[in-house]
């Protein structure tokens, strides 16, 4: 049953995988502005812009991370069973990384200082944690899935607080985002993540360090 | 904070206005606002031209209810700094003519106080040549307007607050300009510059505003450098070089974004050192430092990616020497 579902999986990800890095390769070169309307409602004060911000930097900064924690998932398990699995997964989080800095470049958002950190640091996170096997790699992504998701919730329930109206299309992606991340949360845990020895101490130590990081990337 | 909020308070009780509130960010310019508003007051009882109300709400302020109309001041206001530059600067020509439909209040001609301020800063910017970046220079330029030179007593940084309003004008009307030429480009009518050349010609362009001043520049560069305006300064530079690049088209989203805005802010600097202490004609000689600098960060640029598809070079050629010993060994076996 559970292989079924791997092959099915497995297959699904083939066909899927190679039409997604098509998408993004005719993407072609940025452009400015080539859409109608944009996802982000221009501020109206200095206050605004602030918060907006905020969301939008700490949340280009997880998608880096995340894209780097994956990368040192398959240099690690590449070549593995679960090789194509992360790469779906790593695919999913090169399309948010993409989304985000479209979204930075059109709000003339600043990026967070700490980028270069987020590299190295996601990079050795996902390369230890594969070293663990297949089951460290997954606990290593139900971890930082949920932190994620737990993230884009409490900004989802913030801008709801504030205007959900105003923010419609925001809301709209993080939305998208957040169920996307629910999804590899999801999948981390189907196969075996919780089978790790020491499960719980990784994890928590995972999560205490995305909040750390999703903190001091509003900020800097 | 705490003295702050009841700095407020009691400047609400005492001049019934009920849409003041404190701000989170806690710049001189807020903190005394309620000082401000007496000044304001007083002024008002000199000029017999302009409307009894204080009406520093809108400016002092970004969590107003009155945010349909004032959008615009508040959004200039905050992205340009202590001062209301740009619909200030386009109230200085008109002035008492702004109609603020605020609740409970008519539509009358009054002029908010960084209204007032902008115009007699810009007032006093032609006395500047004669006494400095100073409280004298302000002074005549009130005067000019019609109002008492104690009015000086509004701006409590003397030089420094019209040296910040200049720059932020500056920085306004650069904006301005670029902005016309990229729509130009977006219309086809113009064509769009290289990347070094549009840099030089903004900064040039930038550069060239300081000409009327150039001589009691360096005065007005150490006021800038004073501890409590370099918060200030630092921000108008910030938001000019993002500007800049902004409109060089630059759309980075990783470390390129300060690497940039680095470079052209050591540019700008140093060519602005440079034109203080230049008496070639029309600047000739800083325009072409201007250009070997510009020239120099181009050519760390194209370095910089050399070094880096090099680097790249090697570390595949050492993976592949990696795989190949692998191979040999027979360590690569698949799990």
Redesign the interface.
């Known amino acids: 049953m559970q292989r079924a579902a791997h092959t099915a999986l497995y297959d699904w990800s083939q066909t899927v995988s190679p039409m997604i890095r098509q998408c993004l390769k005719s993407r072609g070169p ?1 452009q ?1 502005s080539s859409r109608a309307y944009s996802v982000v409602p221009p ?5 605004e ?1 602030e918060m907006l911000d905020r969301i939008l930097r700490v949340d ?1 900064a997880g998608e880096y991370g995340a894209n780097r924690i994956y990368a040192g998932q398959m240099a690690v398990l590449g ?2 069973r679960t090789g194509p699995l992360i790469q779906h997964m790593w695919d999913q989080e090169k399309k948010h990384l993409e989304k ?2 479209e979204i ?2 059109e709000n ?1 958002v ?2 967070t ?1 700490l ?2 950190l987020w590299n190295v640091a996601g990079f050795l996170l996902g390369a230890s944690t594969a070293m663990l096997g297949k089951e460290g790699a997954m606990a290593c992504t139900v971890a930082v899935e949920e932190s994620i998701s737990e993230h884009y919730n409490s900004q989802i329930r913030a801008l709801m607080e504030k205007d959900p109206e105003r923010y419609t299309e925001l809301l709209q992606v993080i939305k998208e985002f957040r169920d996307d991340e629910m999804e590899h949360h999801d999948t981390g845990l189907e196969h075996e993540a919780e089978s790790l020895p020491g499960y719980w101490l990784l994890k928590n130590a995972i999560q205490l360090g995305c909040k750390a990081a999703i903190y001091v990337s509003q900020r800097v | 904070m705490a003295a702050l909020l009841r700095g407020v308070r009691a400047g609400r009780a005492l001049r019934g206005l009920a849409g003041v509130v404190s701000a989170p960010a806690a710049r001189k310019p807020q903190c005394s606002g309620l000082r401000r508003g007496f000044h304001c007051a007083a002024l008002r009882l000199q000029d017999e031209s302009k409307s009894d109300k204080p009406s520093s709400s809108s400016s002092t302020t970004y969590h107003e209810h009155y945010q349909a109309h004032s959008a615009e001041q508040d959004t200039a206001a905050a992205s340009h700094g202590d001062s209301a530059s740009d619909p200030a600067a386009e109230e200085a020509a008109r002035p008492n003519t702004s109609y603020q439909d605020q609740s409970g209040e008519q539509n009358e001609e009054y002029e908010t106080e960084e209204q007032l301020q902008a115009r007699i800063l810009n007032a006093a910017l032609e006395f500047v040549p004669q006494h400095g970046w100073s409280m004298e220079a302000i002074a005549a330029g009130a005067e000019t307007l019609g109002l008492s030179s104690a009015s000086t007593g509004m701006f409590y940084n003397g030089g420094g607050d019209l040296v910040l309003h200049f720059i932020a004008q500056c920085n306004s009307q650069l904006t301005d300009i670029l902005a016309e030429q990229h729509k130009e480009i977006q219309l086809g009518q113009a064509e769009a510059k290289k990347t070094a050349d549009f840099l030089r010609d903004a900064i040039e362009t930038r550069l060239r505003m300081y000409i009327p001043y150039i001589e009691t520049w360096p005065q007005a560069m150490s006021l800038l450098l004073l501890p409590h305006n370099i918060p200030d300064s630092l921000k108008h530079l910030s938001t000019l070089v993002d500007d800049i690049w902004y409109y060089a088209g630059d759309r980075s989203t990783d470390m390129n974004w300060y690497t940039k805005r680095a470079a052209l802010t050591g540019i700008f600097n140093t060519t602005e050192l440079v034109m203080v202490q230049d008496s070639s004609p029309d600047f000739q000689d800083t325009w072409n430092f201007l250009d070997n600098r510009i020239q120099d960060v181009t050519n760390m640029a194209t370095t910089a990616k050399q070094m880096q598809s090099t680097g790249e070079t090697v570390v595949q050629g050492l993976m592949g020497a990696a795989v190949t010993l692998k191979n040999l060994t027979g360590m690569n076996q698949r799990r």
């Open positions: 940025l400015l501020p109206r004060d200095s206050e812009k280009h070549r593995t985000f800095n930075l470049a003339r600043r990026p200082a980028l270069p």
